[in-house]
């Protein structure tokens, strides 16, 4: 029998193969598939994607009722439905992640920027906060120094006195001696003045006697002045 029909069992497993190459080629789609789901459910997209990764998952159950039916060709076409949507579903998680990770290095630029320009903000403040410190610390130190050469001055300055019109002469005084009061000229030579105003009651200059009161003429000009110097040098009461 078998070498009277070679043809016959040639027939046969030629479509045993061809039965097989139909069955195979499926579930080659289907690993891949699978695989790609996997991927794709692996990279966290059920948040951002979950109606596309549902929608390709229900494509694959699809191709599994299918082959379970024993209707591969159908199964496959599933299969490779599922394969192209779990890898465009992949690249679009790909492109998020991308997408995020780019947001992310944007914001913390924009972080490390602030911080810097509030880094700056604080250095400016402290520095004009130290300038105005340091300005203040000079103005005290000058104020001081002023008042203390205020001070200085004030005590080097001669006492003022209240000038009078009129003096009453103490024992062992004598008109030079009156004359040289700070109250009444602070000028021993200008004598000659209150002897000339008191000429009533002093008859001789080397003369005077405690008790009197002397008038103390003032509104003087120079030349009166003048002339009582000079009356003093020529007639010396010494």
Avoid at 19 to 41: G, K, N
Wanted: proline share 5%; with cysteine; charged share 30%.
């Amino acid at each position: 029998m078998q070498v009277r029909c070679p043809g016959r069992v040639i027939a046969l497993l030629f479509l045993c193969y061809l039965s097989a190459c139909a069955t195979t080629q499926p579930l080659h789609y289907r690993s891949e598939a699978l695989a790609s789901l996997e991927r794709a459910r692996g990279a966290g997209s059920a948040a951002p994607f979950a109606a596309e990764l549902g929608s390709a998952r229900e494509s694959f159950e699809q191709g599994e009722s299918l082959l379970r039916q024993d209707e591969p060709e159908d199964a496959e076409r599933y299969f490779y439905l599922t394969l192209q949507k779990a890898t465009l579903l992949e690249q679009e998680i790909a492109q998020e992640r991308a997408r995020l990770k780019e947001a992310a290095r944007r914001a913390e630029e924009q972080r490390q920027a602030e911080l810097a320009r509030q880094a700056q903000l604080e250095a400016r403040r402290l520095a004009q906060a130290k300038a105005e410190a340091e300005a203040k610390a000079e103005a005290e130190s000058l104020a001081r120094r002023e008042a203390a050469e205020a001070g200085r001055r004030k005590a080097r300055a001669p006492k003022e006195h209240l000038l009078v019109s009129s003096y009453t002469v103490r024992r062992g005084e004598s008109l030079p001696l009156v004359a040289s009061q700070p109250e009444v000229y602070g000028d021993r030579n200008l004598w000659p003045l209150l002897y000339r105003a008191n000429r009533d009651q002093i008859s001789d200059p080397r003369h005077i006697w405690p008790g009197q009161v002397l008038r103390i003429p003032r509104n003087l000009g120079r030349d009166d002045i003048a002339e009582a110097r000079r009356y003093a040098q020529e007639r010396s009461l010494h």
